[in-house]
């Protein structure tokens, strides 16, 4: 059985790929996960004491749109953390991890037509792979714009042809970015905003890596808006307690917006949506409103930054990311990289390909490069990290690849 046509250009999602590619090869040493990127610092202790206290719930259906309790926690964290205000009852949903919200916004938000012509959803490239994928179920065009060294790492959006941006129904960005850890600062939101007003398209800004960071906390795409004046339907922001609180099984996301987007999502979500349950809504609750826990966890985080710019920082490309928990690092060729890396000393590493599309030029911007999570613990992410170093930076990796 095949799968329906406008799904046909839909590429191999990267882990089974990554597991075809090192089928068969025995790792050299130990094996060291450093491909996926979920959290292992300790889980919260608030976690499981707030869901016993609440585990009777389990027998209540849950409010879809998320109690007003974890709505006005999700408002209040948005003063505290950007300074900009929030209408919990109109301007927020729960969701059930950010990742179902970034694909159902294309399905509540982009119009079958613009212009009288096919929809087009930019994104970075490489990207977070469900964008690509909500861009076809839509049947937009989805429009992978190369985000590389030259660029900052984040897209130039502006450089494309106007006649395209006069299609584009929506724009999805990462910041701080999966996979190369860059950050928009608040001129790089205000460009993008004000080109999104021109074209009238909207912002979805990915930003479930935002509490993890070195030095100053990242800007964010509300305050940004806000501070331009734009349209209130203009941005809308993802968010997620995955990274932020080290719990990626408890599936506790949000998207916050213009009225008019929420409530659109809100309705697609009555209908098809998966709502978190109430003990889990308590739980979201409750971590949104501490801080402490984030702070430990971003100094273990910074710990592990600081051992990869000690172990790694004079190989050629080496950039220290700004925030978020990957490495991108160039070695010429991503799976050649992954699959040496695996034979020689048993470190799991993503290749940068799996995360890019190839663009009209025929060139795939994450291919030269591997994505290292930097997820385990400090002791674990040093041993990795000095395997890594053995085999990429003791001879020339390019020529023994070949």
């Not at 079958?112 to 994104?123: C, D, F, T, V």
């Not at 060294?149 to 929506?170: C, H, K, M, W």
Request: proline share 10%; net charge neutral.
């Amino acid at each position: 059985m095949q799968l329906p046509q406008r799904f046909s250009d839909l590429p191999e999602y990267a882990f089974p790929r990554l597991r075809r590619l090192l089928h068969g090869c025995a790792p050299g040493r130990p094996e060291i996960s450093m491909s996926i990127g979920e959290p292992r610092h300790p889980v919260p202790a608030l976690v499981a004491e707030t869901i016993a206290a609440h585990a009777g719930e389990f027998g209540r259906y849950p409010p879809n749109e998320g109690t007003p309790e974890l709505r006005a926690a999700i408002a209040d964290w948005l003063a505290l953390r950007y300074g900009v205000a929030v209408d919990p009852e109109t301007e927020v949903v729960s969701l059930n991890g950010s990742r179902e919200g970034l694909f159902n916004a294309a399905l509540a938000l982009s119009p079958e037509s613009k212009g009288g012509q096919r929809p087009a959803i930019l994104m970075p490239n490489p990207f977070y792979q469900c964008y690509g994928a909500a861009a076809l179920a839509v049947g937009a065009e989805p429009v992978p714009v190369a985000a590389t060294p030259e660029t900052g790492f984040l897209p130039d959006f502006a450089a494309l042809p106007g006649a395209l941006l006069d299609r584009v129904t929506l724009a999805y960005v990462c910041s701080p970015a999966n996979p190369q850890g860059a950050v928009a600062d608040a001129a790089w939101w205000r460009a993008l905003i004000a080109l999104a007003e021109r074209h009238d398209f909207r912002i979805l800004a990915d930003e479930c890596y935002s509490e993890i960071w070195r030095g100053a906390p990242p800007p964010g795409a509300l305050p940004a808006a806000r501070a331009a004046g734009a349209d209130p339907e203009r941005v809308l922001v993802f968010q997620s307690l995955s990274k932020r609180s080290n719990v990626p099984g408890l599936r506790a996301g949000f998207a916050a917006g213009g009225p008019r987007g929420i409530a659109a999502i809100r309705q697609l979500r009555a209908y098809g949506g998966a709502p978190v349950p109430l003990p889990l809504q308590h739980a979201a609750t409750a971590l949104w409103r501490d801080e402490a826990h984030v702070v430990a966890s971003r100094a273990l985080y910074v710990e592990k930054f600081e051992l990869a710019d000690a172990i790694l920082g004079d190989l050629p490309g080496y950039v220290p990311p700004g925030a978020g928990f990957f490495l991108w690092l160039p070695v010429g060729d991503g799976e050649a990289a992954a699959l040496a890396l695996w034979r020689e000393m048993g470190v799991r590493v993503l290749p940068g390909a799996y995360l890019g599309r190839t663009d009209a030029t025929g060139r795939n911007p994450g291919a030269a490069y591997i994505r290292v999570a930097l997820v385990a613990e400090a002791a674990e992410v040093a041993r990795g990290l000095r395997a890594i170093r053995e085999v990429l930076g003791d001879r020339h990796f390019i020529e023994r690849a070949g």
